[in-house]
């Protein structure tokens, strides 16, 4: 076809300029409503960076409008699956990689070992490529393949270790190949540390989101319990009276948690958390992970109970396009010691 020629359709509808503002306006039916456009994390709408991991942290918070209609709180959904590599673990991975820096124990071209595949190992394995470090993840043989590609399109190794020994097992042999040479390091002796800033950090920005607006609950699933603690532990420090959340996906029992009056844990079945899923991505577009799902289960039947006026956060800890297909699949085993967490 020669230059100039214009293809034509049978029947084919004449163009119509429509602006998606416009589309969605005559959708609702509401032609004459303004929608609004503000930027959720109260930044520059062109944002330019250097490294792609100066966007870790500083999450937007999210509120819920469809699923919250009637009395109650308002609720609102920490999103940590915005960061780069989809999960809250970029925060202190990143904390881990900087206090091994600042101590002088990584320098470019050092290897780091890592027990367990888990988000963890997704976060680290985008940092340590982008750092120039090498990473190698040791893990039971029956682990979940679900997060492998990604680790390893990232440039991570993967050792398979017993899988009788389980986790610990994975453990020991990471830190045995790390004490082989002195360019290695076994990252998860500063885990404890780096969880405790960073965890911190993501309450103090919480508080700032909400600029003055009544916290009166803040709701987290439960694996660990580290994020719990470290998040509500930070955000009782001005919020004494705090009423914290946790749903709990894994079999796992939490005595010290359970026994603060103000703590309320709920079992929640993956079943329920898939359910409640796929209605919040119905319902307010946002596909979040089964924790953060069971997370909004939570807050949703703690709303009631609290002032109208008053604000639950619910967190999101990692990405929900993750899971698609694994629905089927167990989740959620401990990867990785609590006492270290």
Not at 9 to 18: E, G, L, M, S, V
Not at 53 to 67: E, M
Not at 161 to 187: K, L, M, Q, Y
Request: aromatic fraction near 6%; hydrophobic fraction near 40%.
């Amino acid at each position: 076809m020669g230059a100039g020629h214009t293809i034509r359709f049978k029947n084919a509808k004449p163009p119509r300029d429509i602006m998606i503002k416009g589309a969605i306006r005559a959708a609702r039916g509401k032609a004459d409503t303004p929608i609004e456009t503000q930027n959720a994390r109260g930044l520059p709408d062109l944002l330019t960076v250097n490294r792609i991991d100066a966007l870790i942290g500083n999450t937007p918070l999210v509120k819920l409008n469809r699923i919250t209609q009637g009395e109650g709180a308002d609720v609102y959904i920490k999103m940590e699956n915005v960061n780069p590599s989809g999960s809250i673990r970029d925060r202190y991975t990143r904390e881990i990689v900087t206090h091994a820096v600042r101590a002088g124990y990584i320098v470019a071209g050092d290897s780091l070992a890592i027990a367990g595949i888990d988000d963890s190992a997704v976060a680290i394995a985008l940092l340590t490529n982008l750092l120039n470090l090498n990473l190698k993840i040791f893990a039971p043989s029956n682990s979940s393949r679900r997060q492998v590609k990604l680790i390893e399109r990232f440039g991570a190794d993967i050792v398979w270790t017993a899988e009788e020994a389980g986790t610990c097992g994975a453990i020991e042999e990471a830190a045995r190949w790390s004490r082989e040479a002195s360019d290695r390091i076994f990252v998860d002796g500063y885990r404890r540390e780096a969880v405790n800033e960073a965890y911190r950090e993501m309450a103090s920005e919480i508080l700032d989101a909400l600029n003055g607006q009544v916290l009166a609950a803040f709701v987290t699933s439960v694996t660990t319990g580290g994020t719990l603690r470290h998040v509500a532990g930070k955000l009782r420090e001005t919020h004494p009276d705090l009423q914290v959340g946790g749903a709990v996906l894994t079999d796992t029992e939490f005595p010290e948690l359970s026994a603060y009056s103000y703590n309320r844990l709920t079992k929640i079945g993956l079943k329920k958390a898939w359910e409640m899923r796929d209605y919040i991505a119905r319902e307010e577009g946002l596909l979040l992970s089964p924790k953060g799902a069971a997370a909004v289960h939570l807050a949703l039947k703690m709303r009631p109970d609290l002032p109208k006026d008053a604000v639950i956060v619910a967190l999101n800890p990692d990405s929900g396009q993750r899971y698609l297909g694994w629905e089927d699949k167990p989740l959620f085993e401990v990867t990785f010691r609590p006492d270290i967490i």
